[in-house]
Structures are given as structure tokens and as C-alpha cells.
T-cell receptor
Framework: DTEVTQTPKHLVMGMTNKKSLKCEQHMGHRAMYWYKQKAKKPPELMFVYSYEKLSINESVPSRFSPECPNSSLLNLHLHALQPEDSALYLC????????????FGQGTRLTVV | GNSVTQMEGPVTLSEEAFLTINCTYTATGYPSLFWYVQYPGEGLQLLLKATKADDKGSNKGFEATYRKETTSFHLEKGSVQVSDSAVYFCALSRNQAGTALIFGKGTTLSVSS
């Protein structure tokens, strides 16, 4: 099983809304990542969690708030977003010791109106 | 710093043509190298990988060889199909726990019948 599951697949939210993106994996991976991808661009790293602790924050605005409640789950809480935050948000995971490759979910297509 | 450079697209080919997408990298130490593929509206899928010099990664008819002397990891396929139409990303990892991938800008491949 090399599956990373993201929900929802699509999300439309207003600039005053609060919403959350969810990511789940059952591969025993202890590193999990959030990436943001704009159209025709490569993914941009937002956050990295290692052993459920935030290890990298790529200077992401505070309107994005990550959370890792356990080793299988990763959330991204969204609040007061701007239209330019509309993008594909990708979750990924990797096994810290067995190999560096990351496995990606299908992404959440977010539209901020 | 670490970086990945890949040929700009789009690459347009006829079915059964030979494919090469060039990728070169700059990195300290001995990174692992990857090719990911992204089909329209989907997340990234790991296509192949190589973790040390002279390794050849292969999958679904695609191949790439880790060339340390030329710092390259070019993607090749002998006979492309319409279903190969997608965006291809070359990436590297520094092989440290919980470090994220560094991506090239992506190359769009369009195959016509």
C-alpha cells in the first residue's frame, strides 16, 4: 500500500471562512509534507513534519496552520485566505530511514472566492 | 545550493517516437534522484528513482541513469504512447531524514496519435 489519501478533492471557500484539509497514510512513514502547486509550476514546499513535530516551515503565512495529530494524519487549517492562495495543495509522506522517495496524494484543489 | 534544471517544454511527439527529457542537478554530497509524473488533474506519481552513481532506474518503459560525472539524470523512453502525455518533474533529495524534494520546473509532454 503506497497510498496517501487527501480530502476533500475540491474545496471552494470564502475569504472569511475557516476550513481544513486532511491527509492520511498508513505506510508507517514518519515524515509528512504539505506542498502548494500553482498551475504549470512545480510543487513548492510549505511544511515538513518529522516524527509528528514541525521541522520545516518555509515562511508560510500564518493563515495556514499545520497540525499533525498522530503518525498517520496531517491537517492543514485554513483561515482568512486570499484569492491568490487558490492552488492545488499536495500532501506527501516518506519513510525517514528506508528511502528518501516521497509518495503524494491526489491533492485538494482549493479555490478562494 | 541544491538545484535541478530540466529542459523547458512543451515537448510534442508522435506516438512511437523516442523520448528524451534532459535533467541536470547541482548538489553537495550524494543526492538521490527521481522522476515524477503528473497527469492532468492529479497528484504526483513516482515514476523511477536512483540512489547512487551509475544506478539505472526504470519503470513502464522509462529509464534514467544517474551520471555523477555529468551531474545528469535524463529520462528516456523508446516508444511513447498517447497515454504518456503528462508533466514530468525531475527531483533530488539530500538523503537526510525528513528533508523535502527539490524539483525542476517540469516538462510537459504531449503525444499525438
Amino acid at each position: 500500500d503506497t497510498e496517501v489519501t487527501q480530502t476533500p478533492k475540491h474545496l471552494v471557500m470564502g475569504m472569511t471562512n475557516k476550513k481544513s484539509l486532511k491527509c492520511e497514510q498508513h505506510m508507517g512513514h514518519r515524515a509528512m509534507y504539505w506542498y502548494k502547486q500553482k498551475a504549470k509550476k512545480p510543487p513548492e514546499l510549505m511544511f515538513v513534519y518529522s516524527y509528528e513535530k514541525l521541522s520545516i516551515n518555509e515562511s508560510v503565512p500564518s493563515r495556514f496552520s499545520p497540525e499533525c495529530p498522530n503518525s498517520s494524519l496531517l491537517n492543514l487549517h485554513l483561515h482568512a485566505l486570499q484569492p491568490e492562495d487558490s492552488a492545488l495543495y499536495l500532501c506527501a509522506s516518506s519513510h525517514i530511514r528506508l528511502g528518501p522517495e516521497a509518495f503524494f496524494g491526489q491533492g485538494t484543489r482549493l479555490t478562494v472566492v | 545550493g541544491n538545484s535541478v534544471t530540466q529542459m523547458e517544454g512543451p515537448v510534442t511527439l508522435s506516438e512511437e517516437a523516442f523520448l528524451t527529457i534532459n535533467c541536470t542537478y547541482t548538489a553537495t554530497g550524494y543526492p538521490s534522484l527521481f522522476w515524477y509524473v503528473q497527469y492532468p488533474g492529479e497528484g504526483l506519481q513516482l515514476l523511477l528513482k536512483a540512489t547512487k552513481a551509475d544506478d539505472k532506474g526504470s519503470n513502464k518503459g522509462f529509464e534514467a541513469t544517474y551520471r555523477k560525472e555529468t551531474t545528469s539524470f535524463h529520462l528516456e523512453k523508446g516508444s511513447v504512447q498517447v497515454s504518456d502525455s503528462a508533466v514530468y518533474f525531475c527531483a533530488l533529495s539530500r538523503n537526510q531524514a525528513g528533508t523535502a524534494l527539490i524539483f525542476g520546473k517540469g516538462t510537459t509532454l504531449s503525444v499525438s496519435s
